[in-house]
């Protein structure tokens, strides 16, 4: 098969590609990876070859790059995505249609516009059978039904954009027929007849879904095929340090809260300094993953801490007791593949939902992280070291993870797919 991955130009997101894209390529198959110019270098970097596509533009523009609504958007999920974390009789029809409307005039037609037209044009040039696509990465999506191609989401999180639009859906089928206004449908449907086709829900949600996710944390939308498959970390780059080859003497904590905070956004909303002084005395080794702006906002460092501004997570996780950190997605995961409970400070899109979920599982502490103060932190922290159950729901939510298919594993299932939902007259170049 040829196989084309599509991704905006974010590197967590285009991270947890890699493992499936080479399981495909180690399998036999040919693969690609679209996305805009400055990005190839990031793909290259991981063994894969790029294909750049339109034009360079900023993502994460919904907040219109004003620093301010940038902060505030932060919190959570923003409408309509808050959708997804409500019941349905609980949503009000104009507030999830005015969301919709600003998600996609101010979000994802920005993402997606610049490399749309480069990727239909590519992909009449290579014709691929399958085009997997993150779930921003819409272009994905309208190329594939250009030229009669298989699609699938390849999911980075909980699916909060998928249940999103089945509430939105079914909130919709409920209102008078003028009201029926659907923004995602009327832009991707603009798309799809330009080359051709005409608006269906897969160009929303891929003909099928792959999700990372075990059932007891999956979000799990109506009319959405889930195709389980097991997460494989990577991270780019990494070298192991020498200090990660002798066990440590003490139990060892992590405490890592990510990259988004400081590369998109104004830091952390957690007091890292706060924390870490809180934790000073307790007889741990705490090894801190902190940005070198972040590092300096810190008054002082306890002497059972060591800062770095990376290590591998998927070298240092094994040797851990236990973690704090953001319950951002690639984060989280990495975490779960080891034994290791968890303290969450989530605060920003999807991390506070994704953290109420591993809470209910049992192998996750949360303190929202505007309550982060280091003495909420410690406590909770005291107790997933202390409490015999938190280890053991670890224990559990880890072969929960393992037992799914790994990405070698899984292909076999995409080719069979791929012969499923492809269309038997290709349509020409």
């Known amino acids: 098969m040829r196989v084309l991955f599509t991704t905006t130009p974010d590197k967590s997101l285009f991270q947890q590609m890699v493992p499936l894209a080479w399981a495909l390529r180690t399998a036999g198959h040919e693969v690609r990876v679209a996305a805009p110019p400055k990005f190839a270098s990031v793909i290259t970097q991981a063994g894969l070859t790029a294909v750049p596509v339109g034009s360079d533009r900023p993502i994460w523009r919904l907040p219109q790059l004003d ?3 940038m902060e505030a958007e932060r919190k959570g999920l923003p ?3 808050s959708a997804a974390e409500t019941p349905l009789e609980a949503l009000d029809w104009p507030t999830l249609r005015a969301g919709y409307e600003r998600v996609v005039g101010h979000w994802h037609k920005t993402d997606n516009f610049p490399m749309t037209a480069d990727l239909v044009e590519f992909a009449r040039h290579w014709q691929p059978d399958l085009v997997l696509w993150e779930p921003l990465a819409y272009a994905g999506a309208i190329a594939a039904q250009a030229v009669g191609a298989a699609h699938a989401r390849l999911l980075w999180s909980i699916d909060v954009l998928g249940l999103t639009r089945s509430r939105f859906l079914a909130l919709r089928a409920r209102q008078p027929a003028a009201e029926q206004a659907d923004p995602l449908a009327d832009w991707l449907g603009a798309y799809a007849r330009k080359y051709g086709g005409e608006f269906t829900e897969s160009l929303a949600t891929g003909h099928f879904s792959l999700d990372q996710f075990p059932p007891s944390l999956r979000m799990a939308a109506d009319g959405v095929r889930y195709v389980p ?3 494989v970390p990577y991270g780019g780059p990494a070298t ?3 200090w990660l ?3 440590p003497e003490r139990p060892r904590v992590a405490l890592t809260l990510g990259i988004a905070a400081t590369s998109r956004f104004a830091g952390h909303i957690a007091d890292v ?4 002084e809180a934790l000073d005395g307790l007889d741990i080794e705490v090894v801190a993953t902190l940005a070198e702006s972040e590092q300096r906002k810190l008054r002082r460092i306890p002497d059972n801490a060591r800062v770095v501004s990376y290590v591998p997570l998927h070298a240092l996780l094994p040797t851990c007791s236990a973690v704090i950190n953001h319950a951002g997605p690639g984060t989280f995961l990495t975490t779960t593949l080891n034994p290791v409970p968890q303290v969450a400070v989530p605060w920003d899109f999807d991390e506070p939902e994704l953290a109420r979920r591993a809470a209910a599982q049992g192998a996750v502490l949360t303190v929202r992280a505007d309550r982060a103060t280091g003495r909420a932190v410690r406590d909770s922290l005291l107790r997933v070291l202390g409490e015999p159950g938190f280890a053991r729901a670890a224990t559990e939510l880890r072969d929960q993870f393992r037992a799914l298919p790994s990405p070698n594993e899984l292909v076999p299932e995409l080719e069979r797919l791929t012969a499923e939902f492809r269309s ?5 170049q």
Not at 273 to 276: C, N, Q, R, S, T
Not at 424 to 428: H, I, L, Q, S, V
């Open 424 to 428: 038997p007259a290709r349509r020409p």
């Open 273 to 276: 300094g706060d924390i870490l």
């Open 240 to 242: 192991v340090p020498r």
């Open 67 to 69: 620093p301010d609504r």
């Open 245 to 247: 080859w002798t066990p």
């Open 79 to 81: 409408a309509p995505y």
């Open 229 to 231: 498959m097991r997460y």
